[in-house]
């Protein structure tokens, strides 16, 4: 269930940028493939803005400010947006798990939506908090799950790094400005 979410937040990143169909469409597949979704694939740009629209509408249970906010935003996309939680197991190709799609041959974007919401709520219900985040880096804002137990404000070590060092230039700025004023720089 955890693989699902961390799709759920990679497919909401790549569906968010901005950028032709084409190369967005493109990164979609990527990810899916990544995630194991078997071929063909069979996506097309007809299914994009659906797609699109899902991502705008997960987008704010990863925004969400807590435990209980995340849960209502999950709730009122489950009552309103998935059908009734049953199990599948494709036809007898996979084990019996749970989704929450109409069916098995679902719309790419019925899907994305309906198995993101299932793996969000079921990461919220099993560790008892918000299930992801936005990352607090102003050049990123992309969502995320964090994998470990620990709270987390970056998506990735990346941008927790270039905070860092930003953080740490501004300081030694601010540092360096009243020596440079007063004109008597300390040797060295
Ligand atoms: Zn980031």
Not at 60 to 81: I, M, Q, S, Y
Not at 87 to 92: K, P, R, Y
Request: with cysteine.
């Amino acid at each position: 269930m955890l693989a699902n979410a961390l799709r759920a937040a990679d497919l909401v990143n790549v569906l968010g940028r901005p950028g032709p169909d084409s190369a967005v469409l493109a990164e979609t597949a990527r990810v899916l493939r990544a995630y194991g979704e078997s071929e063909p694939l069979g996506l097309s740009a007809t299914d994009l803005p659906g797609l699109r629209e899902a991502a705008a509408e997960l987008r704010p249970v990863f925004a969400a400010a807590g435990t209980d906010a995340a849960a209502h935003a999950l709730n009122a996309l489950l009552a309103a947006r998935t059908g009734p939680l049953r199990l599948t197991s494709h036809g007898g190709t996979s084990p019996w798990h749970p989704h929450v799609d109409g069916d098995d041959d679902a719309p790419w974007a019925e899907w994305f939506l309906a198995s993101s919401c299932l793996a969000l709520a079921v990461l919220l219900w099993d560790r008892g908090r918000a299930p992801g985040g936005v990352c607090a880096s102003t050049a990123c804002q992309d969502v995320f799950v964090p994998q470990g137990a620990k709270e987390r404000r970056y998506c990735s070590r990346r941008c927790a790094t270039r905070e860092r060092v930003a953080a740490h230039r501004r300081g030694g700025a601010d540092a360096v400005a009243p020596v440079s004023r007063r004109g008597s720089r300390p040797g060295p």
